[in-house]
C-alpha cells in the first residue's frame, strides 16, 4: 500500500511539473521572454525591493529617486534620522515601516562589512548569498530572492502576492499553503533557466487576467489547463 501511494505520489509530481512547463510556454508566448537587464548595486536593489511593497511601480521610483536626492550617500542615509528617511519616501507609501527597515538594514551591513558594499554576494553560490541577505533585520525571503534574481543574477523564484495567488488557482502548490511552503516548493518546480521569465510572466498575467477578485477565466490562455474552471 506504501509502495502504490508512493508511485501515485511521484505520478503526481511529474504531472505538475509537466503543467508547469506548459503554464511556462504558454505565458512566454503571450507575453514574451522577458530580458534579463544588467545587474545592479545589490544594495540599491534591496532598498528598491523594499520601497517596492505595497505601492505600483511609478510611486517606488518617485519614492527611490527622493530618497537619492536627499541623500548623497549611503551613509548619508544611515547617519539620518529616520524620521528625514520617512519624508523623503512618503509618496511610496507605509512611509514610517519602509523607513525603519530601510535604517535597520543600513546599519545592520555596515556594522557587518564596514561597508556598504554587498557585492561580494554574487561570487557566493544563491543558497548562501540569500543566507547572508536574510541575516540582515529587515530582509524577509520575498526581498532577498528578488535581489538574488534581479541584483546578482542567480536563478531563484521570488513568491510575490500574484504568484502565490496563480500557483494556487493552478494547482502548482495546495490550497492552503503559505507563502514559505510555496517558496520551497516551485524552487523545486521550475526549471531554473526559466524562473526569470516565469516570475515575470505570472505576475503580468496575475496583473491583466488573473486577478485577486475578478480573474477572468474566459479570456485567459490557461483555462484548460486550470483545475479551478468549473469551480
Ligand atoms: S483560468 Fe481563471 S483562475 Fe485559472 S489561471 Fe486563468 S484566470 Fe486564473
Redesign the pocket.
Known amino acids: 500500500m506504501k509502495g502504490q501511494q508512493k508511485v501515485m505520489s511521484i505520478t503526481g509530481k511529474s504531472k505538475v511539473k509537466a503543467s508547469t512547463r506548459r503554464v511556462i510556454a504558454l505565458l512566454e508566448r503571450e507575453y514574451g521572454v522577458p530580458h534579463r537587464s544588467r545587474r545592479s548595486d545589490p544594495l540599491e536593489s534591496l532598498i528598491v525591493t523594499i520601497l517596492s511593497q505595497n505601492t505600483n511601480d511609478i510611486n517606488r521610483d518617485k519614492a527611490y529617486r527622493s530618497l537619492r536626492k536627499r541623500f548623497r550617500s549611503w551613509q548619508e542615509m544611515h547617519d539620518a534620522p529616520v524620521r528625514e528617511i520617512a519624508e523623503a519616501i512618503r509618496v511610496g507609501g507605509l512611509a514610517n515601516i519602509k523607513s525603519e527597515r530601510i535604517n535597520e538594514i543600513l546599519h545592520s551591513v555596515k556594522k557587518e562589512r564596514g561597508d556598504f558594499d554587498l557585492s561580494f554576494l554574487r561570487d557566493l553560490p544563491a543558497e548562501e548569498a540569500e543566507e547572508a541577505l536574510l541575516s540582515h533585520k529587515g530582509v524577509g525571503l520575498k526581498t532577498a530572492k528578488v535581489v538574488l534574481l534581479f541584483s546578482l543574477g542567480k536563478n531563484v523564484f521570488p513568491v510575490d502576492t500574484h504568484i502565490h495567488r496563480?500557483s494556487k488557482?493552478?494547482g502548482l502548490v495546495p490550497e492552503k499553503a503559505t507563502r514559505q511552503h510555496t517558496h520551497d516548493i516551485m524552487a523545486h518546480l521550475v526549471p531554473p533557466e526559466k524562473m526569470h521569465s516565469f516570475h515575470l510572466n505570472l505576475i503580468a498575467h496575475g496583473r491583466k487576467?488573473?486577478k485577486a477578485r475578478d480573474?477572468?477565466?474566459p479570456d485567459?490562455l490557461?483555462?484548460r489547463l486550470?483545475p479551478?474552471?468549473g469551480v
Open positions: 496563480l488557482r493552478l487576467i488573473c480573474p477572468r477565466c485567459c490557461l483555462n486550470c479551478r474552471i
